[in-house]
């Protein structure tokens, strides 16, 4: 709590920028952002910053989406309509569309906000806590809500600490001994390290606190630059740094963790190889993400679903899953599982077999198929008989495949293999 004793939370608004595409999960975002990719067997990317807000206090929530947003604006309308009027509750959906004042969607992220200014001040927030939606962790927003205004920065910037080798691919940030920003360096070559820890970067999250006044004024300003992109990370952030205030929030000082929880945890699924590693791990026996901690719960849309069955014994047939997580509505006959994790409405027919496989929902896996480190999209028919993940030069002429060989599948590739295109 602040100084007078009250939540900031409950008197900020979050504004969730869920438009881009997310092109490194390749056909998994052909037809749907990346925020609406599916994850760890029944949540979208989104709900877990949207959990986040929720968990924190904040109940004044707009999502501003862009690209093909139909099945996340349905996961929205379905998944939450938890929030109350009468209570002071607020949820909106952002769809980009051409305004009187405009000829364009959304130019970047900052132009997303600007063009609903008047629908963001309407909630009357005292600070705006801006997310990206496609990011998976589990975050307190009021202790960097606290942090902002005791520092009284301009910008808060939440960070996490990488190695610093690998933050090449990340915004890096120097800071001083205050956690004051001096330096901020979009995907730098070199990153410079931590002065403590210098083997370590900070990395930006991509969330950002801010005054309501303080940002709608940078907004304004932003949109009459002709030379700006009218992006946080390219555009305004890096103004301010050069001319006010801007401090890191360490997410370790606000991440929600259980007693099974060793270590902060944040992932960014953004490439084939990173979604299958992130869904595969939650089969571990103590998975490095509690999905299971009911003190901070991740809300998703509630499908009314049987529970998942293992049919047939007979003639010694027996479906079995090891380190595997299965679903609701599942169904496994006579089929063995390994370090896989299935999502809704699977069905897996006799003597098919599975090692590390990440199948989306409304998969159905033909007899004998043999599937091994794959990412099945959803609604895949996969034909009897079928061998994924065997043979590397196989595997690459018919799915999309990574140079950690794990292969994507899609009906499209199926339909290929059989002729059907």
Request: glycine share 8%.
């Amino acid at each position: 709590m602040n100084r007078d004793g009250k939540n900031l939370a409950n008197r900020s608004a979050a504004c969730v920028l869920a438009g881009g595409r997310g092109s490194r999960l390749m056909e998994l975002t052909d037809k749907q952002a990346k925020p609406a990719v599916f994850f760890g067997g029944k949540c979208r990317i989104i709900d877990f910053a949207l959990s986040n807000a929720f968990n924190s206090g904040i109940r004044r929530i707009c999502v501003a989406t862009q690209y093909e947003a139909h099945s996340l604006i349905r996961h929205l309308q379905y998944g939450w309509s938890l929030f109350s009027a009468g209570h002071n509750d607020t949820f909106d959906v952002l769809p980009a569309g051409q305004r009187s004042s405009s000829s364009q969607w959304y130019a970047g992220t900052a132009d997303a906000l600007f063009q609903n200014m008047a629908i963001i001040a309407g909630y009357n927030p005292e600070h705006i806590v801006v997310l990206a939606g496609d990011h998976v962790y589990k975050m307190d927003y009021e202790p960097m809500l606290r942090q902002h205004v005791e520092a009284e920065a301009d910008v808060t910037i939440g960070c996490i600490e990488v190695p610093r080798l690998e933050a090449s691919a990340f915004g890096v940030m120097a800071v001083d001994g205050n956690d004051r920003i001096t330096a901020f360096l979009e995907k730098p070559r070199q990153p410079p390290g931590i002065a403590d820890s210098p083997d370590r970067a900070l990395a930006s999250m991509g969330i950002y606190v801010f005054s309501t006044r303080f940002l709608f004024d940078q907004l304004k300003r932003d949109a009459v630059d002709a030379r700006s992109s009218h992006d946080f990370g390219r555009d305004l952030i890096p103004y301010i740094l050069r001319n006010g205030t801007a401090v890191a929030h360490r997410f370790a000082r606000s991440c929600v963790r259980s007693a099974n929880e060793a270590e902060p945890y944040w992932r960014d699924v953004g490439t084939i190889d990173a979604y299958w590693q992130a869904n595969i791990d939650l089969t571990s026996l103590t998975p490095a993400l509690d999905l299971d901690d009911p003190g901070w719960p991740i809300r998703t849309r509630a499908d009314i679903m049987s529970p998942a069955r293992f049919v047939s014994d007979r003639d010694h047939r027996c479906g079995s899953a090891i380190d595997s997580s299965i679903s609701g509505g599942c169904i496994i006959s006579s089929a063995s599982l390994r370090r896989s994790l299935l999502f809704t409405g699977v069905r897996i027919e006799s003597y098919a077999q599975l090692e590390g496989a990440v199948v989306l929902p409304g998969v159905q896996i033909g007899r004998n198929a043999r599937l091994s480190n794959v990412v099945v999209d959803r609604g895949v028919r996969i034909p009897d008989r079928l061998v994924v993940g065997e043979d590397a030069r196989c595997d690459a002429q018919r799915f999309r495949r990574t140079e950690r060989g794990i292969c994507l599948v899609t009906q499209s590739m199926i339909d290929r293999i059989a002729g059907l295109t």
